[in-house]
């Protein structure tokens, strides 16, 4: 059992930046591959990053490729998301979730475990 809870989020300018923290309690923390999702009002969780076990390879959705990376700290228990060059449309309830598979896994049923989310605005 993994419990994630995410911090960070909250109201950016366009164009700032903003850097989100997934906090993991339980054990065998880095035996979880980890992930960023967002929901927008509306829509559908979509998946934004991917980091693997050990951090060594790590995966984005298209539309955040080159502004946001995401990385952890396994002595830490703790998934980072830096974001910059923040546009209106990354707003969003910004969740992390952890995988226990390998593999590259962007849909959020492969995913076992959610935290709560962190609200993320951009908005001048």
């Known amino acids: 059992q993994v419990q994630l809870v995410e911090s960070g989020g909250g109201l950016v300018q366009p164009g700032g930046s903003l850097r989100l923290s997934c906090a993991a309690s339980g054990r065998s923390f880095s035996s979880y591959a980890m992930g960023w999702f967002r929901q927008a009002p509306g829509k559908e969780r979509t998946f934004v990053a991917r980091i693997s076990r050990t951090g060594g390879s790590t995966y984005y959705a298209d539309s955040v490729t080159g502004r946001f990376t995401i990385s952890r700290d396994n002595a830490k228990n703790t998934v980072y998301l830096q974001m910059n060059s923040l546009k209106p449309e990354d707003t969003a309830v910004y969740y992390c979730?952890?995988?226990?598979?390998?593999?590259?896994?962007?849909?959020?049923?492969?995913?076992?475990?959610w935290g709560r989310g962190t609200q993320v605005t951009v908005s001048s």
């Open positions: 979730a952890a995988d226990r598979t390998i593999g590259v896994a962007t849909t959020a049923d492969k995913y076992d475990y």
